[in-house]
């Protein structure tokens, strides 16, 4: 158990629909990152948060991506006008004392 | 800046030994290894920082060479729950992972 939950583990939805993605480490932590996977590829980085704040932003995430992190505990990551280039596995992680990441399982997209 | 692993994909038997070993073009920061079972998400393995720093665990070790642009894991003596991808993680500066970039991964499969 990494202590970080996401949820729904699997959203499939139409071209141009709105979709959103939580997180939730199971408790406070400073650091939490989004990270997304395509088939054979490592994880990219979307985005970072220490504590609310977000720190810093991936040149890959489009305008229609936005994340936050309201009260620096939870954090939802919502994609809006979906394209079917958006599907892919999304992680959340958060950071550990020495610099390590814990990922949680993940939300997998499947735009139609 | 994305680092490069090789090889992409080793075949073993149970009881043999593989090496990945994963290159960057820049002195890195810290090297993160993680593996990642199909369908699950990433687990941490190590981190490394210091150049010529050797650490490990079981009968899974890495290093990381004295310039810094290179690190290898070892699995020794491979078990079938070794089968899995591996993926190193590079960190170019310091500050916790605000950015880890990750290769493409290795897949290993371990039979028996």
């Known amino acids: 158990d990494t202590g970080v939950s996401q949820d729904p583990r699997h959203k499939i939805t139409k071209r141009g629909q709105n979709v959103t993605f939580r997180c939730d480490p199971i408790?406070?932590?400073?650091?939490l990152y989004w990270y997304r996977q395509t088939l054979g590829q490592g994880p990219e980085f979307l985005t970072y948060?220490?504590?609310?704040?977000?720190?810093?932003k991936s040149r890959l995430l489009s305008d229609r991506f936005s994340a936050e992190r309201p009260k620096g505990s939870f954090s939802t990551l919502e994609i809006q006008r979906t394209e079917q280039g958006d599907s892919a596995m999304y992680l959340c992680?958060?950071?550990?004392?020495?610099?390590?990441?814990?990922f949680g399982e993940g939300s997998r997209l499947t735009v139609l | 800046q994305q680092p490069v692993q090789s090889p992409q994909a080793v075949i073993l038997r149970e009881g043999e030994d593989a090496v990945i070993n994963c290159s960057s073009s820049?002195?890195?920061?810290?090297v993160h290894w993680y593996r990642q079972k199909h369908g699950e998400a990433p687990v941490f393995l190590m981190i490394l920082l210091k150049g010529g720093e050797q650490k490990g665990h079981d009968k899974i070790s890495a290093s990381f060479n004295e310039k810094k642009q290179q690190s290898s894991l070892y699995l020794t003596a491979s078990q079938l729950s070794y089968s899995g991808t591996y993926f190193c993680g590079t960190e170019l500066t310091q500050g916790g992972s605000e950015k880890l970039v990750f290769g493409k991964g290795m897949k290993l499969t371990v039979n028996p």
């Open positions: 408790s406070e932590h400073n650091r």
């Open positions: 948060f220490q504590n609310e704040a977000q720190l810093e």
């Open positions: 820049k002195a890195l920061y810290s």
């Open positions: 992680a958060r950071g550990g004392n020495t610099g390590e990441l814990f």
